[in-house]
Nanobody
Framework: QVQLVESGGGWVQAGGSLRLSCAASGRTCSINVMAWYRQAPGKQRELVASITRASTTEYLDSVKGRFTVSRDNAKNTVYLQMNVLRPEDTAVYYC????????????WGQGTQVTVSS
């Protein structure tokens, strides 16, 4: 099993920055891809960014150029640097992880709230 714990959420004014962290524990050797999802009130959960163990990244179009995902494999931690935040980025952000053969994210964190005021 893998446990994921997020930190770093909070409140910020539009144009500001926040950095989220997600620390993995347990059978971390089984993890290939780590990702950040978000869910705003009344909306479906969406994939914001993902990163493989080899550091290949993918981003949601609306965050490209503003958000950067990175990971420290030695610390089993993934980060999401969020710059030029917009009110529409307000959501609960979840860390997720999946293994080498799994087609779905099997492990989820508890979520951290990000609120961007205009």
């Amino acid at each position: 099993q893998v446990q994921l714990v997020e930190s770093g959420g909070g409140w910020v004014q539009a144009g500001g920055s926040l950095r989220l962290s997600c620390a993995a524990s347990g059978r971390t050797c089984s993890i290939n891809v780590m990702a950040w999802y978000r869910q705003a009130p009344g909306k479906q959960r969406e994939l914001v960014a993902s990163i493989t163990r080899a550091s290949t990244t993918e981003y949601l179009d609306s965050v490209k150029g503003r958000f950067t995902v990175s990971r420290d494999n030695a610390k089993n931690t993934v980060y999401l640097q969020m710059n030029v935040l917009r009110p529409e980025d307000t959501a609960v952000y979840y860390c997720a992880a999946r293994g080498w053969v799994s087609g779905s994210y099997d492990y989820w964190g508890q979520g951290t709230q990000v609120t961007v005021s205009s």
